[in-house]
């Protein structure tokens, strides 16, 4: 059974940069993707970032190319999600997925069948 447990939320104010990680159980680097998501308030999940954890492809919603990058660590089984010129429109609650397969990584919340408990995020 794949657990995952995100970390690294908290409040922070505008421009400024947090660092979320997931540290993943029951999964291997070699499975799949991992990948970002977050809900906000009133609003649908969405994707953020997803990596291809065999090698390391990654993507990325358009509202966050260029701030945010994902990255692993292997020998931790932890994916990590750099967040930088934070908006106030990025606080939402945080979650971290994995996907088994090797069909592609693109971050739709509907193909991804594990997911952690979430972290919150807030920019004021």
């Known amino acids: 059974q794949v657990q995952l447990v995100e970390s690294g939320g908290g409040s922070v104010q505008a421009g400024g940069s947090l660092r979320l990680s997931c540290t993943a159980s029951g999964y291997r680097h070699t499975d799949g993707c991992m990948g970002w998501f977050r809900r906000a308030p009133g609003k649908e999940r969405e994707g953020v970032a997803a990596?291809?954890?065999?090698?390391?492809?990654?993507y990325y919603a358009d509202f966050v190319k260029g701030r945010f990058s994902i990255s692993q660590d292997r020998s931790k089984n932890t994916v990590y999600l750099q967040m930088n010129s934070l908006k106030p429109e990025d606080t939402a609650m945080y979650y971290c997925?994995?996907?088994?397969?090797?069909?592609?990584?693109?971050?739709?919340?509907?193909?991804?069948?594990?997911w952690g408990q979430g972290t919150q995020v807030t920019v004021s």
């Open positions: 990596i291809y954890t065999p090698g390391d492809g990654t």
């Open positions: 997925a994995a996907k088994l397969g090797h069909s592609g990584c693109d971050p739709n919340p509907v193909v991804f069948a594990y």
